[in-house]
């Protein structure tokens, strides 16, 4: 049996987050909080840690969006969001700020649980391409200070690049240092010697 969910709710009306909850709690999961407005939203998450957020409301509003935009940058979650009215314009400025499952129609319980389970999906794969995303940054800006410190090299040391190369390697292995770290200090003193000159 899946493990059950720590659940987030926010929404204005009691009746309708009772069912909710309710059809939630059927599945084995809980409401570990609940939430009348997304105002504090952010700060909730980091308290309380769910595993999911469900967000119930007519359509996302200026605050809301911004609310689920600072969530998606500070501490990201699979954000369910069930609005009762048609917006394309909303649909796409929530996914933007980070929905994982946008509903139209509302909420209907007996289909929480595989909404839920395609948000958490389709969250795991996001997260999974902004890390690789970030990898290959990370690692393009290694490769450029490692190219900018051979040149430097080069020119201060009238080598050519392997040598370059090899002299960057050498003090990484010196100093227990990886490479571009090295790169990272020979760019930072070689440009001041030019500064100075």
């Known amino acids: 049996m ?36 997304p105002a504090s939203l952010n700060d909730m998450v980091a308290r309380h840690r769910p595993d999911v957020v469900i ?21 990201p979650r699979p954000v369910v969001f069930f609005a009762d009215q048609h917006d394309p314009h909303s649909m796409q400025d929530a996914l ?20 839920m389970d395609v948000a958490i999906a389709r969250f795991a794969s996001f997260q999974s391409m902004r890390q ?19 040149g430097l090299l ?5 080598c050519d ?8 390697r050498k003090l990484a292995m010196d100093r227990g240092q990886r490479i571009h770290e090295v790169a990272t200090n020979v760019i930072d003193i070689l440009e001041r010697l030019e500064k100075g000159q």
Not at 2 to 27: H, Q, S, Y
Not at 62 to 73: C, G, Q
Not at 98 to 106: E, L, N, P
């Open 154 to 158: 080069m020119k201060h040391q009238s």
């Open 132 to 150: 690789e995303l970030d990898r290959t940054r990370n690692q393009l800006a290694e490769r450029k200070r490692i190219e900018r410190a051979k």
């Open 2 to 37: 899946p493990e059950p969910l720590k659940v987030l709710l926010v929404d204005d009306e009691i009746v309708r987050a009772a069912m909710i909850e309710e059809a939630l709690a059927g599945e084995g999961h809980a409401v570990i909080c609940r939430l009348t407005s």
């Open 55 to 75: 967000i119930d409301m007519e359509s996302p509003d200026r605050d809301t969006l911004d609310s689920m935009a600072l969530l998606n940058r500070e501490n």
């Open 161 to 168: 690049e392997q040598q370059a190369y090899r002299m960057l």
């Open 96 to 115: 933007k700020a980070g929905v994982s499952a946008y509903v139209v129609d509302g909420l209907v319980p007996g289909r929480v649980k595989a909404i």
